[in-house]
Each structure stands twice: as structure tokens, then as C-alpha cells.
């Protein structure tokens, strides 16, 4: 058993190590990708080289950031199968497809048309050379749609069903699985938080060009471009952000709970505007904030766009307490329940396995019908307590609403510098603003990654959300291999991410050195 | 018939995959002596379709967990070291082309040939291992009602040596071996192909076809002669059953397959020999090429058609894994099949990109020009 937690452990780790570097390179490859396509457009219908040059400036940034995000995105993948085998065998017929047709759609594109993007300026027409950069942002954007319908199909499992025969969920709505609604929502949040990090990107390093009063025209002219993409991105992830909120509160209840620190619930709730947990937050459930300013029915609102409707704290969910319009306090389901039920499940297809042995078919398929039944709360029976159901709260809460600080601070920064690009293009070079414009690039990454932490954490203790907990998902390997796998991985992507920052700062440099605009 | 389709299909990705390792080939020769022009002739002329290699794997990968996922579960996370070694080499290929030549890149140019060398040797050996394992099978055992167990839940459990004992298994090794040699010299022939104004290379591009076409011819008949006398597991009447010669019978069963992998050996002695005595022949990686693709695609079907385990347990024969027990649902299969009506559009927009882009033969100049 020790064993089982250690190799969970580190796997976990493992994984979250790949997830987070992984993000720190892919959304400005998607980010960039957008940005050099709309730069190439003007080159193309102005003719003018100025354009082409300032595309090529920006391209190469992307070029050394791309190389990266592909290395660490192999290993994500691949971990599915090395770290987490149990889950690749109960649940691959379904999650295996996104996974394959986002190489087979996706991958084939990018790698094709990046290095006509490239390599291609002299050997294909400006018309092909352009068509491929587009395709390489389109690509790069259906690569994170497949990968983020799998990951949304984790969040929010449907489209399935459960065969005791072969012991594991087949897949009967493929459109139910692409098209739910966490994973619509999932989609444009997470493409429209790249496209921030790469407008914000452009507006940091050309920010930090007028600082040193070098190529002040080419910094103005891509501000122009990379803000408007990181103002379209930010209302876009302010708009998303707010639909995966709303669907959180039906399909992961508990998420919502913990992102707010919540574990009484109440009718009007209040949002947390600002606040900071006590260490032990649950042994006080009614107070759990050392401090707090509140929003008054903020949360009520913000969910169900009435001030007055109840929204469940943790305890509440554990209990399966509501209180309805009518003010009574109902009790449904407590987790307490749903685990007896799940392991109701598992001694169902322990009797199916049996049935099937003896060949005793009316067994069976009394069985399969009360596995079916109560299939929905499979995950329950693996859970040794009702609080083992609870994610982390204080990471959970701290990661939402870091992401919430840094993305209103993002939506203004973006506000203002859009005016600034299109009509006061003056106070762009200011000291107060170029320093803004190069802070905004750390919040842009802060805010992603605080993002996919909720995201992951907050679903906690589940790989697959009610069916399958963290730990039933493993691989039977020792917790010594993967602890030595990760310090390899994590040595290497973090002196590759230092290779990468040292190489475009230096190529940043040289650059501002020239004139960006004539290459000379 | 859909489980026979999504083999098929993976027989295919593999063999692509073994012709794009001509990549891999060619970053195993950077470290050998050379001039620097010749290095970064090189290493321009792979820099324009490593990732074609690199997504191929990842698709590779993909398409099997969404077809086979008992294979997925089993091999990767039964062979751990294998895999994990095998990942690791790409991941440091990924970024050294970009990386290698930057100013500021902190480690020195040198370090980063030393990583496309270490996945050129590393890469194609363990991938080589790993094909091996659908013949010579792996030491795991799959109980699914393992998952019922909290306490000890994992379906698939693999020998304690996760997969370093493949690695050091010389059947695996001879293939992995062989893989190493070809992906040489297709690397070579790639090489002649596409790199142009430069004779003295050129010419030395031609003996090392030779010299490794010929450690490849001699590792590959070894590796055949050891795979057609070796004993399979065949699932007939509800169990596996140890069979003796079971390639050579499915060689045999599917004839077309044993003239496709006729032809396939030919047209790569064909390529290596032409390109050895000609002066000016430069269409050898075509021919090399398609024979290539089409003996790993026959290699691929004999493991997997007719009822055998294309991964035997040497554990526990009724663990082992055949096309049938280990893939997906009916419903996936046919889903996923609509997906792969794609791949004909894939493959012909990669080939027009490919013959846009090598119109002309790679030049110094060019390379030089090139510092994107």
C-alpha cells in the first residue's frame, strides 16, 4: 500500500512537472502562431518588406519557443501509458481517439507547413508561404482542441458506457465527447488565454526595445497587432472563464467549492473578492477565512444569475444538503452513500466475473444491471472516507484567484494599451509603461498556469470525475522509477527552458541591435 | 475486419516510421569525422524533416492507444525504462536543431550534436527493441479484475527490470541493431538525394551506403532467419497455444505478403547497390524507401493476423495480446475509421510540401543563408 501512494505520488508530480512546462511554451506557440499569420497577411497585401521583416523578427521567437513545447508535449502523451496504465486500459476507447486524431488532423499539419514557414521564403510563392503560416496557427489551435476534448472528457465523463465483459467504459456518443459542453468551453478558454500570452509576449518584448529607445517604429507597429489579439484573447478567456463556471457548478460542484474556500454554502452566497484561508480552514467550516472582503450574493450571482439561490460549500456536498427556492433544507445523496454504492458496484462485477465463469447468463445480466444501476458512482467505492472526495482547498482557491487577479490586471493593462497603439501611440514609450508592458508578460504566464492548477487540482481526488480516483489509475511500476524519472525530466526541461529564455534574449538583443525593419 | 484495418494501419505508421528514421540516421553520423561544411550540410538537410519523424512517432503512438489500448496500458507501462529512454532521446532531438547553432544557447553547439547523436544511436536501437517485443514477446501478466482491488488495483503487471531486460535481450537487440544501420543508410541515400554541389560528399555518402547497407543486409537476413524459426503464440479455440515456425506459417498463409517483402528486400539491395556504382544516381532513398515501408508492413501483419499474439506473454500465455483482445470497441474502431479517410489527404499534402521544398538540391550557400 505504501508503495501504491508512493508511485501515485510521484506520478503525480511527474505529470504535473511535463503539464506545467509544457504550458509554459505552448500557448505562446499558439499565441505566436496567430500573431506572425496576421503580420505575414499585411506583408502580403501591402508589399511592403518593412512587414516581412518584422514577421521574420517574431517567427524566430516562435521557432525557439516551438521546439520545446513539441519536446515536453511527447512526453504528456506517452505518460498516459507509462504512468498511468490502469486508466489508459479502463478508459483508451475513448480517450485514446482525441489523442489520435489530434495527430493524425493536427500534428501532421504543424510539422509540415512550420518548416515551409521556416525554410520556405525562397522556395514556395509568398501566397503558399502565407497559407502555410495560417495553416500552422490553425494547426497548432486543433491540436489543442483534441487534446483539450480528452482532457474536458476527464472533467466531465459522458458519451460512455461501462462493459463489466472487458472491465472497462466504451465509448457510444463520439459528438457527446467532442462536443460536451466543459470541453466547448475548455477549447476557447484555454486558446483564448494563448492568444493573451501572445499578444502580451509582443507588447513585453516591445516594450522593452522602446526602453532602450532601439527600433521604436517595429515595437509600435507590433504592439498594434499584438494587442488587439491579447484584447480579443482576454474578453474571450473573461467570457469562457465565466461559462466554465457556471458548468463547474453542475458537474463538478465540489471544484466550485473548494475554488472559493466555500464549505458552508448558503442562500445569497457572497464571492471572496480577496482573502486569505486559515491554515485549518476545515475545522472552522462556518469561518474559514483568517480575513476576507466578500462580494455580497456575488457567488449566487456570478452561477446562477440570481442573487438569491443557494450554492453548496464542501460540507454541504459531502452531506448531499441543498436548500431550495422555497427555503427547505433537503437532503439527497450524501457521499457517505454514494460510496456504499460504489462499492455495491464493485461486488456486482465481482459477481459478474463469477456468473461468467460458471456460464450462468441469468446472473450475468442481473449483474450488468445493477452494475449499470449505480455505475455513476463506480469511484465512490474506491474512497476510504467521505473527505478523501475533497481536493486540496487551499491550492485550489489560491490558484482561482491568483488567475482572477492576473487576468483583470491582463484585461486593463490590454484596455489601455490598445488606446495607446491606435491613438496616444506616444505614451507607449514611456519608462512607467514600458515596464508595465514587460511585467504584464510574467502575470500572462501566471495567470495560465494558475489556471491549469484549478483546473487539475480542484478535480482532485479524480482522474476521472466520479469513476475512477487518482490512485486506481496507476502503473504497476516502483515509486523509485518514477521518482528517478522525474528529477531526470525535471533536470532537462528546466535546462532546456534556460537554454530557451538565454537564446531569445540574446537573439533580442542582437536583434534590437539592427535595424529589424530593413534586416541590416 | 475493423481490428484487421486498425492493424494494418498501425503496420503502416510503423513502416513510415521507420523510413522517416533516416533522421535519426543521419544525426548518428555528426559525431564521426568530418568536415564542419559537411556537419551543418547535414544537419540543414535533416533540420527541414525532423519533425515529420517526431509526429510520426507521437501519431504512432496516438493511433495505437485509440486502437489497442490494452497494448498502450501493457508495453508502456510494463516496459518503463524502454520507453522512457526512448522518449527522452526525442525530447533532446526536439530542441537541438533549433537550439545548436543560436548564440546564447549555453551549452555549446557541441552538446547539442551529442544529443542528436544519442537519439540517432538511442532512438533507433530502443524503437527496434520495442517492434522486436511484438515477436519475442514480454515478461507481464494482465489480470483485469485486478482493478476491483483497491489496495493492489493494476491490470497489467510486467517483471521488475521494466523493460531493461528487453533491452538487453539480443533478439531485440538484432533487430534493434539492424534498425540502427538501415536508418543509416537511408540516411545516406537521403543525404545524395537532397544535398547538392558538393562531390566529395557525395562520394563519401556513397561508400557509407555501402558499408552500412551492408552491416544492415547481414543483421536483417540474421534477424529473419532467427524470427522464421521461432515459436509463436496462436489463439485457436478459446486459448493460446505455443506454435513452432508460426511466422514463417503466417508468411507462408498470406502469400502476398511474402512477395511484398520479397520485393521490399530487392528494391533496397537495389538502392544500396545502384548507389554504390553509380556516380550520379541520386534516386536510391525512393526505392530504398518504399522496400523499406513495405517489408516493416509485412513485419507488422505477421505479428498481428491470423489469431497471433503480437505481444506474447513469456509469463503467462493467456496474458499475451492478440489484434482481438486488446483493442477497442466496435464503436471507436468505426468512428476512428471515418477519421482515418483523412490520412490519403495527410499524405498528399506532406508529399507536395516535400517536393515544393526539395525542388532543389540543398547548397551550402544555402544552409548558411538560412539562420532563421
Not at chain 1, 465483459?165 to 477549447?187: E, G, H, I, W
Not at chain 2, 503502416?12 to 559537411?38: H, N, P, R, T, W
Not at chain 2, 544535398?195 to 566529395?200: D, L, N, Y
Amino acid at each position: 500500500m505504501n508503495d501504491l501512494i508512493g508511485v501515485v505520488d510521484w506520478s503525480r508530480a511527474q505529470f504535473a512537472l511535463t503539464a506545467m512546462y509544457h504550458w509554459l511554451f505552448v500557448p505562446l506557440t499558439i499565441g505566436l502562431a496567430l500573431i506572425v499569420a496576421i503580420m505575414e497577411t499585411i506583408y502580403v497585401r501591402t508589399g511592403n518588406e518593412r512587414w516581412k521583416n518584422i514577421t521574420k523578427f517574431w517567427m524566430t521567437l516562435f521557432g525557439i519557443n516551438f521546439a520545446v513545447g513539441v519536446a515536453t508535449g511527447l512526453i504528456l502523451e506517452f505518460e498516459f501509458g507509462t504512468n498511468w496504465s490502469n486508466y489508459s486500459w479502463f478508459v483508451g476507447d475513448i480517450f485514446g481517439a482525441p489523442l489520435a486524431i489530434e495527430g493524425i488532423v493536427a500534428f501532421f499539419m504543424e510539422a509540415t507547413f512550420v518548416a515551409v514557414m521556416f525554410f520556405g521564403w525562397n522556395k514556395v510563392s509568398k501566397g503558399f508561404h502565407l497559407a502555410s503560416s495560417w495553416l500552422t496557427a490553425v494547426g497548432v489551435c486543433l491540436s489543442a482542441m483534441w487534446i483539450l476534448i480528452a482532457n474536458a472528457w476527464m472533467q466531465y465523463p459522458v458519451g460512455m458506457k461501462f462493459d463489466p465483459a472487458q472491465m472497462r467504459n466504451v465509448m457510444d456518443d463520439f459528438f457527446a465527447v467532442a462536443l460536451s459542453p466543459v470541453a466547448v468551453n475548455k477549447f476557447f478558454h484555454a486558446v483564448a488565454c494563448s492568444w493573451v500570452l501572445g499578444g502580451v509576449f509582443v507588447l513585453g518584448v516591445s516594450s522593452w526595445l522602446m526602453l532602450k529607445r532601439r527600433n521604436i517604429e517595429v515595437a509600435k507597429d507590433s504592439i498594434k497587432v499584438g494587442s488587439v489579439v491579447g484584447l480579443v484573447g482576454i474578453l474571450a478567456t473573461c467570457y469562457t472563464g465565466h461559462g466554465s463556471a457556471v458548468v463547474v457548478s453542475e458537474v463538478q460542484p465540489m471544484k466550485l467549492a473548494a475554488m472559493e474556500g466555500l464549505y458552508e454554502g448558503s442562500v445569497g452566497q457572497s464571492i471572496v473578492a480577496f482573502g486569505v484561508l486559515k491554515p485549518d480552514a476545515e475545522k472552522t467550516p462556518d469561518d474559514p477565512m483568517l480575513f476576507s472582503i466578500d462580494i455580497p450574493k456575488g457567488l449566487s450571482y456570478l452561477i446562477y444569475a440570481d442573487g438569491d439561490s443557494f450554492v453548496p460549500g464542501i460540507n454541504d456536498l459531502i452531506a448531499g444538503r441543498t436548500i431550495t427556492a422555497e427555503g427547505d433544507t433537503v437532503y439527497g445523496q450524501s457521499y457517505e452513500e454514494k460510496m456504499a454504492l460504489g462499492m455495491n458496484v464493485r461486488k456486482a462485477l465481482a459477481d459478474y466475473g463469477m456468473a461468467k465463469k460458471t456460464g450462468d447468463e441469468a446472473a450475468m445480466k442481473a449483474a450488468a444491471d445493477a452494475v449499470a444501476k449505480d455505475f455513476d458512482n463506480f469511484g465512490y467505492g474506491y474512497l476510504e472516507s467521505p473527505e478523501d472526495a475533497v481536493p486540496p482547498v487551499g491550492m485550489s482557491f489560491y490558484a482561482f484567484h491568483i488567475m482572477v487577479y492576473a487576468g483583470g490586471l491582463l484585461l486593463l493593462v490590454l484596455l489601455v494599451t490598445v488606446w495607446f497603439a491606435w491613438y496616444r501611440s506616444r505614451y507607449l514609450e514611456k519608462t512607467w509603461f514600458c515596464v508595465i508592458g514587460i511585467l504584464s508578460v510574467a502575470a500572462a504566464w501566471i495567470c495560465g498556469e494558475a489556471g491549469w492548477v484549478l483546473a487539475e487540482v480542484g478535480r482532485q481526488p479524480w482522474v476521472i470525475q466520479n469513476l475512477m480516483p487518482t490512485n486506481a489509475a496507476i502503473s504497476g511500476i516502483q515509486p523509485s522509477s518514477v521518482q528517478l524519472t522525474f528529477w531526470i525530466f525535471a533536470l532537462v526541461f528546466t535546462a532546456l527552458l534556460i537554454a530557451e529564455v538565454s537564446i531569445m534574449l540574446r537573439y533580442i538583443s542582437r536583434a534590437s541591435k539592427s535595424d529589424i525593419a530593413t534586416n541590416h | 475486419m475493423l481490428q484487421a484495418y486498425w492493424w494494418l494501419l498501425i503496420a503502416v505508421l510503423g513502416a513510415a516510421l521507420v523510413f522517416l528514421l533516416f533522421v535519426q540516421g543521419g544525426q548518428s553520423m555528426l559525431l564521426c569525422k568530418g568536415s564542419d561544411i559537411e556537419r551543418r550540410l547535414m544537419v540543414g538537410s535533416l533540420g527541414r524533416k525532423w519533425e515529420l519523424t517526431y509526429t510520426t512517432l507521437v501519431v504512432f503512438g496516438g493511433a495505437f492507444f485509440a486502437s489497442f489500448p490494452l497494448f498502450y496500458s501493457t508495453s508502456f507501462g510494463g516496459a518503463y525504462w524502454l520507453w522512457m529512454l526512448i522518449l527522452l532521446s526525442f525530447v533532446l532531438q526536439a530542441v537541438s536543431y533549433e537550439f545548436r547553432s543560436r548564440k546564447g544557447n549555453i551549452y555549446g553547439t557541441g552538446v547539442y550534436d551529442f544529443f542528436l547523436a544519442f537519439n540517432g544511436l538511442f532512438g533507433c536501437v530502443l524503437l527496434g527493441v520495442a517492434v522486436a517485443m511484438l515477436f519475442f514477446g514480454g515478461e507481464f501478466t494482465v489480470v483485469r479484475d485486478n482493478i476491483l482491488n483497491p489496495a493492489a488495483p493494476v491490470i497489467s503487471q510486467w517483471a521488475p527490470t521494466h523493460g531493461l531486460e528487453a533491452i538487453v535481450c539480443w533478439k531485440n537487440l538484432l533487430l534493434g541493431f539492424a534498425v540502427f544501420y538501415l536508418a543509416r543508410t537511408l540516411a545516406a541515400l537521403y543525404f545524395i538525394n537532397d544535398i547538392g554541389g558538393e562531390p566529395s560528399f557525395t562520394a563519401h555518402m556513397r561508400k557509407r551506403v555501402f558499408t552500412n547497407g551492408l552491416v544492415f543486409a547481414v543483421l536483417f537476413v540474421a534477424f529473419l532467419v532467427v524470427l522464421l524459426t521461432a515459436t509463436g503464440l496462436r489463439f485457436v479455440d478459446g486459448s493460446f497455444v505455443a506454435e513452432p515456425y508460426i511466422y514463417l506459417h503466417n508468411l507462408l498463409s498470406y502469400w502476398y505478403l511474402a512477395v511484398i517483402l520479397l520485393l521490399g528486400v530487392v528494391a533496397v539491395l537495389y538502392a544500396i547497390f545502384r548507389t554504390t556504382f553509380s556516380k550520379t544516381w541520386r534516386g536510391g532513398i525512393w526505392f530504398a524507401g518504399f522496400g523499406v515501408a513495405g517489408v516493416v508492413c509485412v513485419l507488422f501483419l505477421i505479428a498481428g493476423y491470423g489469431g497471433t499474439a503480437y505481444l506474447p506473454s513469456l509469463t503467462d500465455q493467456q496474458s499475451s495480446l492478440t489484434i482481438a483482445n486488446s483493442s477497442s470497441s466496435e464503436f471507436t474502431l468505426t468512428t476512428m475509421s471515418y477519421v482515418s479517410i483523412l490520412i490519403p489527404f495527410v499524405l498528399a499534402y506532406i508529399a507536395y510540401v516535400w517536393a515544393k521544398m526539395n525542388a532543389k538540391p540543398l547548397t551550402a550557400e544555402e544552409v548558411e543563408q538560412d539562420a532563421h
